[in-house]
């Protein structure tokens, strides 16, 4: 599970950067959940990559073997 890796990858931006950027990513079909999970897993450093997709529940998960986010850096994703 990602949150029990360690990491200190995640930082806080200057001010002036938080306020001229924001995610513009817009999840519009399965083929696009799995394309961003798996760019994530890349950003991450993952050399392996396992994607399981089921239509019946639209249900897409991703493991890889990346860094991952500590339970701190979650505490840190998405605050301004």
Do not use: H, Y
């Amino acid at each position: 599970m990602a949150c029990q890796k360690q990491s200190n990858s995640v930082k806080s931006l200057p001010r002036d950067i938080r306020s001229k950027i924001r995610s513009g990513i817009a999840i519009s079909s399965i083929s696009d959940c799995v394309e961003e999970l798996v760019f994530n897993s890349v950003d991450a450093g993952a050399k392996t990559i396992l994607v399981r997709v089921n239509l019946d529940n639209f249900n897409v998960t991703v493991e890889d073997d990346g860094a991952g986010l500590t339970e701190a850096d979650l505490e840190s994703v998405g605050t301004r």
